[in-house]
């Protein structure tokens, strides 16, 4: 058990990241409103993390790649944030890119661009 019952922010960040891969939007943000705001306040991970979750929740699907992109991943969440990236990335590609230092992306996708595309994630 954790000091407190207050579980680490690298204990929230890796469960934060698995709702998000999941996409379990409901549990992300119930989890969310749950971790202490002096956690949230001094891990700038939890906080990068919120803003993808934030992103997925509003189907914002350029905006999911850009909150990915824009962090400097820790060690043990960049591996799930690489799978969020496959998963989202097809979209990252087709919206255009909003990342600092980088040109704009092409328009967005047509639908037969796609349709039936697959990712080691699954069927988007």
Same mark, same amino acid.
């Given at each position: @058990?954790?000091?407190?019952?207050?579980?680490?922010?690298? %204990?929230?960040?890796?469960?934060?990241? +698995?709702?998000?891969?999941?996409? $379990? @939007?409901?549990?992300?943000?119930? +989890? #969310?409103?749950?971790?202490?705001?002096? !956690?949230?306040?001094?891990?700038?991970?939890?906080?990068?993390?919120?803003?993808?979750?934030?992103? !997925?929740?509003?189907? $914002?699907?350029?905006?999911?790649?850009?909150?990915?992109?824009?962090?400097?991943?820790?060690?043990?969440? +960049?591996? %799930? @944030?690489?799978? &969020?990236?496959?998963? #989202?990335?097809?979209?990252?590609?087709?919206?255009?890119?909003?990342?600092?230092?980088?040109?704009?992306?092409?328009?967005?996708?047509?639908?037969?661009? %796609?349709?039936? %595309?697959?990712?080691?994630?699954?069927? &988007?």
């Amino acid at each position: @058990m954790a000091p407190g019952g207050i579980a680490t922010p690298q %204990v929230y960040a890796q469960l934060l990241c +698995l709702y998000l891969l999941h996409n $379990d @939007m409901n549990n992300a943000r119930y +989890l #969310w409103k749950r971790i202490p705001q002096a !956690i949230k306040s001094a891990n700038p991970e939890l906080t990068a993390l919120w803003a993808v979750g934030q992103r !997925i929740w509003q189907r $914002d699907f350029p905006g999911i790649y850009t909150a990915i992109a824009a962090f400097q991943w820790s060690e043990n969440i +960049l591996p %799930v @944030m690489e799978s &969020l990236r496959a998963r #989202w990335g097809v979209w990252g590609k087709c919206f255009p890119k909003k990342i600092p230092g980088e040109q704009a992306g092409r328009n967005v996708c047509p639908a037969w661009a %796609v349709s039936g %595309v697959t990712t080691s994630a699954g069927s &988007l």
